[in-house]
């Protein structure tokens, strides 16, 4: 598929994804939901990738929402046939702007927020794993004062990440907050210079590529299908994903690389200086 309304970048293992309408503040129109899709299942099924970046072009917007101008134009990208509607449903359409109702890519999703994020961008930045903001940024509801509604998971995720008393605050009245407050309430995880956000993603995700992959995935799993189950259903989740690593033999030699190297001490974090883990801090490093 070639893309007009998005970029799809290979920076070795790790994918980055743009929003690339930067004349309408990178807002989604239905052509870039498509490409969205289309973009996003390439990179779960790609063997190469790793880790995807999501980012806006431009330096004022990550994405201000679905684009409400071509929608006025005739051209919603909301199910209007009954059918679609339906489907919408029953759980089996992607979502408005994109693939936002999906819940199986087990691979980390960085977004990069180097600008607004505003209704269906709010949502995009809810979708990702972690939230690298510039300091300029700025996020909210703001299609409370237009009578639209949330539709790409903004209601289920965002809740899921701030609490639901924040989440409420932010749906119902429509604020918007600025970055240091998104930071404060646990929106994003960092803030940024401004034009930062991108390298800064890039940063964590070609570290997060170096990293063992089938314990992290299936953490991942295990962590957003037991939310919200019952601890023992929770449990039960975690267990079954665990399990996945000794299934087969090569999954089994995987791990068994992992305790060799504990084992032997194979690990760069264990050299003075040369540590790549953030967050160790060890005596010997000082």
């Known amino acids: 598929m070639n893309y007009s309304n998005i970029l799809y970048e290979v920076h070795g293992p790790v994918r980055v994804i743009t929003f690339n309408r930067p004349e309408v ?3 989604i129109d239905i052509e870039t939901a498509e490409e969205l899709c289309h973009a996003f299942d390439q990179f779960r099924v790609d063997d190469e990738a790793r880790v995807a970046v999501l980012t806006g072009a431009g330096e004022s917007a990550f994405c201000a929402g679905g684009d409400l101008k071509a929608a006025f134009a005739g051209r919603p ?33 960085i977004a990069a927020v180097n600008g607004v994020a505003y209704a269906g961008g709010l949502e995009w930045a809810c979708f990702a794993d972690m939230r690298i903001a510039e300091e300029h940024a700025s996020f909210g509801v703001t299609c409370r004062r237009w009578n639209i509604g949330l539709a790409d998971g903004g209601t289920q995720r965002l809740p899921r990440i701030v609490g639901m008393g924040r989440a409420m605050e932010l749906i119902l009245t429509g604020k918007v907050i600025d970055a240091d407050e998104a930071y404060r309430i646990g929106l994003v995880n960092e803030v940024v210079g401004k034009g930062q956000s991108l390298q800064r993603a890039l940063e964590l995700a070609e570290f997060m590529s170096t990293l063992p992959q089938d314990a992290m995935r299936n953490d991942k799993e295990a962590a957003v299908r037991g939310f919200g189950q019952p601890l023992s259903e929770g449990l039960r989740i975690e267990a079954e994903c665990f399990n996945r690593v000794t299934v087969s033999a090569e999954a089994r030699a995987r791990m068994f690389e992992g305790l060799r190297k504990f084992n032997e001490r194979d690990h760069p974090d264990r050299v003075p200086g040369q540590g790549l883990t953030p967050g160790i801090i060890r005596d010997d490093d000082h």
């Open 77 to 109: 990208p909301i199910p209007v046939m009954p059918e679609d509607i339906a489907r919408h449903n029953r759980g089996e359409a992607p979502g408005c702007i994109g693939p936002t109702r999906w819940t199986d890519i087990y691979k980390p999703v």
């Open 25 to 27: 503040r990178n807002c």
